[in-house]
């Protein structure tokens, strides 16, 4: 009755991005804890324009956290062939949407696993991303370079990896290179650190890529 209830008040950003399948809840990983299956390159960034954050906030209270109930839980962020143009919500989003969530549940987060981070992103998280995102969520990063080390926390059979994700991770095996950002197969997937606005607010921000 109550995901009946949230359907049909769903705003149109909600049903925008439950539809598009960007966050969902996925199986168990090895311990037990719910699995939140995040895929970057499904999230309707351009589509959804300034209203990012009201989307994110209303699907996690609507939507994912209702399925997670009382367990503890951990995110799979497959950042895979995310073009930043079209499928970053912005940093200011994604902060806010986090912040907003009852304080039982980020303490409930026991690790955010990000696939496929590339180097840019490592020093991006390094250096600002720490500063704009708490500690508590900071320090639950864990950065995946290859599918196969996600396999030692998440049982293959419990979460559904996209194409787009396998294809990425076949590719780096063959150009490893790609890891260092020395070689990149499309140069819109590179993080373009120039285009960073430092003096804007934080909701103006764009999330890497």
């Known amino acids: 009755m109550v995901g009946t209830v949230a359907k049909d008040v769903a705003t149109?950003?909600?049903?925008?991005?439950?539809?598009?399948?960007?966050?969902?809840v996925q199986g168990?990983?090895?311990?037990?804890?719910?699995?939140?299956?995040?895929?970057?390159?499904y999230f309707p960034a351009r589509a959804?324009?300034?209203r990012a954050e009201e989307a994110l906030?209303?699907?996690?209270?609507n939507r994912i956290f209702p399925e997670v109930g009382e367990r503890e839980f951990v995110v799979v962020y497959l950042h895979s062939?995310?073009?930043?143009?079209d499928n970053s919500p912005g940093l200011g989003a994604v902060r806010a949407a986090y912040e907003s969530l009852p304080a039982v549940a980020r303490e409930r987060l026991r690790a955010v696993y990000f696939v496929h981070p590339g180097l840019q992103a490592r020093l991006f998280f390094a250096t600002v991303g720490r500063f704009l995102f708490s500690s508590g969520l900071y320090e639950k990063l864990r950065y995946m370079?290859?599918?196969e080390y996600l396999w030692a926390h998440v049982d293959k059979t419990e979460l559904e990896v996209p194409g787009c994700a396998r294809r990425h991770d076949d590719e780096?095996?063959?150009?490893?290179?790609?890891?260092y950002g020395i070689e990149a197969a499309d140069r819109r997937?590179?993080?373009?650190?120039?285009?960073?606005?430092?003096?804007?607010?934080?909701?103006?921000?764009r999330c890497i890529s």
């Open 28 to 41: 168990a990983d090895k311990r037990g804890r719910a699995v939140v299956r995040i895929v970057g390159k």
């Open 12 to 24: 149109e950003p909600e049903l925008l991005l439950e539809r598009s399948r960007a966050i969902t």
């Open 189 to 205: 997937c590179m993080f373009d650190a120039a285009s960073m606005d430092t003096s804007a607010s934080l909701h103006s921000l």
């Open 172 to 179: 780096l095996e063959r150009r490893p290179l790609m890891d």
């Open 145 to 147: 370079s290859r599918l």
């Open 57 to 61: 906030r209303a699907h996690l209270q």
């Open 48 to 50: 959804l324009g300034g």
């Open 81 to 85: 062939l995310v073009d930043r143009s």
